[in-house]
């Protein structure tokens, strides 16, 4: 039985060990995707030991991402010529059971994983656009009788850079005869009209969790800095609108939330001992129709009265374009709240926000209107992409905001495809989202949140499905507006998906030591 711990004092993370994107995150401007096969056990082996040494640690990650943040804020811009280039790698079910024992493979605690993503797609309402039975059948990567031993991450600043590192991992003759195959690569890029924006034109990668624990062996030194003096309640936060949770919610090994009270619960015995320091990644390929959702923004703005396309794109997702909340800005964008940091993320939805206390030394940001308790989502609607995924203080079907918390994921997607030029023509250009995040639980986490609450029409809180990501077998999907002080209900149904997935796995991303003395070891 897991038990709570009276002391909340944080665990000291393994930076050494635990890969770099998982808690820290890349965030490059460029991130190449390649999927490899094992033909031959040992050359895999000698292939794995030779590039062990160049996967980038949390520690490597975590450094330059805070001297990069200091070289920002001293000089007001992204500093010219730092330029780090990473690597991450990860095996999904059949590629770890090669290298270690089916038994091992099944020693990773979740079902989902075990199975494989082909497996759970049906489940998730993935379907195929051409009407096949299996929904993976036309995938680019990762569907049935497709599914990679491994997927590696490179990520860089520079091209030239990613390029250079991409043929210093790859496999080559030298780790042959038989050296692991590259069946698919991708390279994602951030839009370069619009850093930061996805194919929509919506801000991505601003609300994220705060992970606990420490980086040093010093009490202070916390992985998420700490920006507020204090939070009133049992909720921390490490700045507004980022709750604090514990990190055996990402990483394998390490105290996680209690579902009920928020408190920490001691990490259960891994076996095999060397899935500590791992994590689950989940990969998506999502195909983007970005005509298609403009045209439908802008017919169904067309018949609400005084509703204007971008408004309504924007009540969809629950932010604005520029990424600042509805509820802090609901009749049209603020795209200075957008781009604030402490304040883009702060709201709840059944109470007012309270005034935040910051920490001494931390600068109060300029003000903004203020976010009210919306408990009936008549400001942002309880559909919006954002209020699905997280409802925040807003009780769900599940439980209570502690358990909102089990279900946070680590998101560390990136665009792939060039810009549409003209959003409301189809150009049948492929483009879309590399939707990657990591957690402990795929079934508890990713796949709660899409299964149960994107692809629902009533929960997490009834009011409709997640028109952006939620998927239902006649793709057609309802979405509720409450106008007139909520005395009445305005329902639009989209007539099909705008997001579609083409490709993607489970995969478990393994410790830096369980790579160089586990899975590169052995005969
Ligand atoms: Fe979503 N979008 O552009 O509309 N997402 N998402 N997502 N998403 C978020 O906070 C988008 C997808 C989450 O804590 C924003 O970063 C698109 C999947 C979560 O407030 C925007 C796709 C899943 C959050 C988008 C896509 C999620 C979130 C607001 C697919 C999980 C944080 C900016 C092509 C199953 C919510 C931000 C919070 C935010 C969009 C996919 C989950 C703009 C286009 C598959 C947890």
């Not at 895999?44 to 070289?71: D, M, P, Y």
């Not at 050296?179 to 996805?198: A, F, K, S, V």
């Not at 358990?403 to 879309?432: E, K, M, Q, S």
């Amino acid at each position: 039985m897991p038990r709570a711990i009276r002391s909340p004092r944080e665990p000291l993370l393994d930076v050494k060990e635990i890969q770099g994107n998982i808690l820290a995150g890349f965030n490059k401007d460029q991130q190449l995707l390649l999927a490899l096969t094992f033909r031959d056990i040992p050359a895999a082996r000698r292939w794995l030991r030779r590039i062990a040494g160049q996967i980038s640690s949390l520690e490597l990650v975590n450094e330059f991402n805070s001297l990069f943040r200091k070289a920002r804020a001293s000089l007001g811009s992204d500093p010219a010529g730092m330029i780090a280039t990473w690597a991450n790698i990860a095996f999904s079910h059949p590629g770890l059971a090669k290298l270690t024992s089916v038994e091992d493979a099944n020693g990773v605690p979740d079902g989902s994983f075990q199975v494989g993503l082909p497996a759970r797609a049906a489940t998730l309402r993935d379907q195929d656009p051409g009407g096949s039975a299996d929904p993976t059948a036309h995938w680019k990567i990762g569907g049935t009788g497709n599914v990679p031993d491994v997927l590696l991450i490179i990520a860089s600043d520079s091209i030239s850079e990613l390029r250079k590192a991409e043929d210093r991992l790859r496999p080559n003759s030298g780790d042959g005869p038989g050296e692991p195959q590259l069946i698919w690569e991708e390279l994602g890029q951030t839009r370069p009209d619009l850093p930061g924006h996805e194919h929509f034109g919506f801000k991505d990668g601003v609300s994220q969790p705060g992970v606990r624990g420490r980086l040093h062996a010093k009490p202070d030194v916390f992985l998420t800095r700490r920006k507020l003096a204090h939070a009133a309640g049992k909720m921390q936060f490490a700045k507004p609108g980022q709750p604090l949770i514990w990190p055996g919610q990402f990483v394998f090994g390490y105290q996680s939330t209690d579902r009920e009270t928020g408190d920490p619960v001691e990490a259960g015995k891994l076996k095999p001992a060397w899935l500590m320091n791992g994590s689950l990644l989940v990969f998506r390929r999502l195909q983007q129709n970005v005509a298609g959702f403009t045209r439908f923004v802008k017919d169904a703005a067309s018949t609400i009265p005084g509703m204007t396309p971008e408004r309504l794109g924007a009540l969809l997702v629950g932010r604005w374009k520029s990424g600042a909340p509805v509820l802090r800005a609901a009749d049209h964008d603020l795209p200075a709240l957008g781009t604030s940091p402490l304040v883009n993320n702060d709201f709840l939805f059944t109470a007012n926000s309270p005034p935040p206390v910051f920490l001494p030394g931390i600068r109060p940001p300029k003000p903004f209107p203020e976010a009210p308790a919306d408990a009936h989502g008549l400001i942002c609607p309880h559909a919006a992409h954002i209020r699905k995924v997280n409802p925040r203080d807003q009780d769900s079907d599940l439980g209570d905001q502690f358990d909102t918390l089990t279900r946070r994921i680590l998101r560390r997607g990136i665009p792939y495809g060039p810009p549409i030029h003209d959003p409301a023509t189809d150009d049948g250009v492929d483009r879309g989202l590399h939707f990657l995040c990591y957690q402990t639980s795929i079934e508890q986490q990713f796949e709660t949140v899409q299964l149960d609450w994107a692809n629902s029409p009533n929960k997490p809180t009834v009011g409709g499905h997640d028109v952006i990501i939620g998927q239902t077998s006649d793709q057609r999907r309802a979405f509720e507006l409450l106008t007139n002080a909520g005395a009445s209900t305005q329902k639009l149904t989209t007539p099909t998906q705008w997001v579609t997935p083409t490709g993607g796995g489970y995969f478990f991303a393994p410790s830096i030591s369980a790579l160089r003395d586990v899975l590169g070891v052995g005969s």
